[in-house]
C-alpha cells in the first residue's frame, strides 16, 4: 500500500522512543534514510527512528526516498508537550512560526503546509482515547519547527517536568498512531483567534465536520503579518477560508480581503461514535 504518513521518531524526545517501543520491530521496507530503515507499521503508515530532536530536523523531507516524497507524504511526530502548569493532557498541532521568533525551531514568521483531515482525525482519536483516560485532549495553535515542506503535524502527550511519561497515555498513542484516518465529509478551515489552545476549534472539529489545518491563536494573529496570514491558508490544502474564534478576531484590519469568512454552523454536526 502506497505510505500515507510517516511516523518521526525523535530518539531526543522522552514521548517518541516510549511509544515506538510498543511496536517493536516492525519490518523494513527497504528503503533508509541515513542508515536508518524506514519500516512498516501498518496498511499507509510508516516509521523512521532519527537520531536528533524533531524541533530542528529541517529539510527531512529533502532525504527522504523517492516513493516517500512523490506525492509528499505527511510527516507525523509523537512529541511531549511541555507547559508551565505540567497539566497532563493530549494535544495535536501543526507546525510553524506565525511571529517573528523562532525559539523553538522552524524560522521566523515561516509556517509548514498541514494536513487538515488526518490532524483532525487525530485529534478525534486523542479526545476518545483521553476520555477513558481522564485526559483532556486539543488542539494547540500553530507553533515550533521543523522547516518541511511536507504537510506535517505534532501529536502530543503533557506531563509535567519529568521525562517518563505516563505509561497510559504512551499505550494509547501507541495504538492509535498506526490507525489515524481522515474523513473526507469534513470541510477544511483555518482557525483564527483564540487562545492557544483552540478550545473554540477544538469543540468545531469534536462536534461537527470541520477539519482544520493552520490555527493562529489571537496572541499568534497579532504578531504575524499579513503575509503571513495569507500563507495559512496557501499551506492549508483545501480551505474555505477562515473560521474565527469570536467576532472581535474577524476585524482584525491585517486579515481583510484575504479569505472568505465561514460560519460554525455551515457544517453539519457529526453522528455520534458508536459504543
Known amino acids: ?11 531526543a524526545d522522552p514521548v517518541a522512543p516510549a511509544v515506538a ?9 527497504g528503503d533508509s534514510v541515513d542508515g536508518t530503515p524506514i519500516r512498516a507499521l501498518a496498511p499507509g503508515a510508516f516509521v523512521l527512528r532519527r537520531p536528533g530532536l524533531h524541533i530542528h530536523d529541517d529539510r527531512l523531507d529533502t532525504v527522504l526516498p523517492a516513493a516517500f516524497r512523490v506525492p509528499a507524504v505527511t510527516l507525523v511526530f509523537p512529541s511531549v508537550h511541555r507547559s508551565e502548569s505540567g497539566t497532563r493532557c493530549l494535544t495535536t498541532h501543526p507546525i510553524g512560526n506565525p511571529g517573528p521568533d523562532a525559539e523553538v525551531g522552524g524560522r521566523p514568521a ?3 503546509t498541514t494536513a487538515p483531515r488526518l490532524m483532525t482525525g487525530a485529534l478525534r482519536a486523542i479526545a476518545e482515547a483521553g476520555a477513558s483516560l481522564g485526559l483532556p485532549a486539543s488542539f494547540e495553535a500553530t507553533h515550533h519547527g521543523p522547516v518541511t515542506e511536507h504537510p506535517s503535524f505534532f501529536v502530543e502527550i503533557g506531563f509535567g517536568t519529568g521525562n517518563d511519561p505516563p505509561a497510559d497515555a504512551v499505550a494509547a498513542l501507541a495504538r492509535l498512531l498506526p490507525h489515524l484516518e481522515e474523513d473526507p465529509k469534513d470541510r477544511i478551515a483555518v482557525g483564527l483567534g483564540g487562545g492557544h489552545y483552540a478550545p473554540h476549534f477544538t469543540e468545531l472539529a469534536l462536534e461537527r465536520r ?5 490555527l493562529l491563536s489571537r ?6 503579518t499579513r503575509s503571513v496570514v495569507a500563507g495559512a491558508l496557501d499551506r492549508t490544502p483545501g480551505n474555505e477560508g477562515f473560521l474565527f474564534a469570536r467576532t472581535a478576531d474577524a ?5 481583510q480581503g484575504l479569505g472568505r469568512r465561514l460560519r460554525d454552523a455551515e457544517a453539519p454536526k457529526r ?4 459504543t
Not at 21 to 29: E, I, L, N, V
Open 110 to 112: 515561516q509556517l509548514v
Open 271 to 274: 453522528e455520534p461514535v458508536p
Open 21 to 29: 517501543q510498543h511496536w517493536g520491530t516492525p519490518p523494513a521496507t
Open 210 to 214: 470541520w477539519a482544520f489545518g493552520h
Open 1 to 11: 500500500m502506497a505510505p500515507r504518513y510517516l511516523l518521526v521518531v525523535s530518539e
Open 251 to 255: 476585524e482584525e484590519t491585517k486579515i
Open 219 to 224: 496572541h499568534g494573529l497579532a504578531t504575524a
